[in-house]
């Protein structure tokens, strides 16, 4: 099965900052929409301790040949010594909704 579609998902440390990230990536044409999900809670391990912190999620929809692009954008833009950068297939959806996607990156 080919991907055609893809969510792109990373995670910050405040609203203002997945508000940038989302706009300025839409504004790169490497996603055709985002959405800012939080504030979440995330638990995870760091420097050898385990953390907790308050993040908010960033979901851009892109075609799939813009995710690297994407991928790329989103790690010299982030302000994390290492960012979340997860890949997730769409592997269905509105025709009309998933053509709107790829034109928007182009």
Same mark, same amino acid.
């Given at each position: 099965m080919?991907? $055609?579609?893809?969510?792109?998902?990373?995670?910050? $440390?405040? +609203?203002? !900052? *997945?508000?940038? @990230? *989302?706009a300025? !990536?839409? #504004?790169?044409?490497? !996603? *055709?929409?985002?959405? @800012? &999900?939080?504030? @979440?809670?995330?638990? =995870?391990?760091? %420097?050898? %301790?385990?953390?907790?912190?308050? +993040?908010?999620?960033? +979901?851009?929809?892109?075609?799939? $040949?813009?995710?690297?692009?994407? %991928? %790329? =954008?989103?790690?010299?833009?982030?302000?994390? $010594?290492?960012? #979340?950068? &997860?890949?997730?297939?769409? @592997?269905?959806?509105?025709?009309?909704?998933? !053509?709107?996607?790829? #034109? +928007?990156t182009?």
């Amino acid at each position: 099965m080919s991907v $055609d579609h893809v969510v792109v998902t990373t995670t910050v $440390d405040s +609203e203002a !900052a *997945a508000r940038t @990230i *989302a706009a300025s !990536a839409i #504004e790169a044409r490497l !996603a *055709a929409c985002a959405q @800012i &999900v939080g504030p @979440i809670t995330s638990v =995870f391990r760091w %420097e050898e %301790e385990v953390q907790t912190a308050t +993040e908010w999620r960033v +979901e851009c929809k892109t075609a799939a $040949d813009r995710s690297g692009a994407l %991928e %790329e =954008f989103l790690n010299v833009r982030h302000p994390y $010594d290492l960012p #979340e950068v &997860v890949v997730t297939p769409i @592997i269905g959806g509105s025709p009309r909704y998933l !053509a709107w996607l790829v #034109e +928007e990156t182009r």
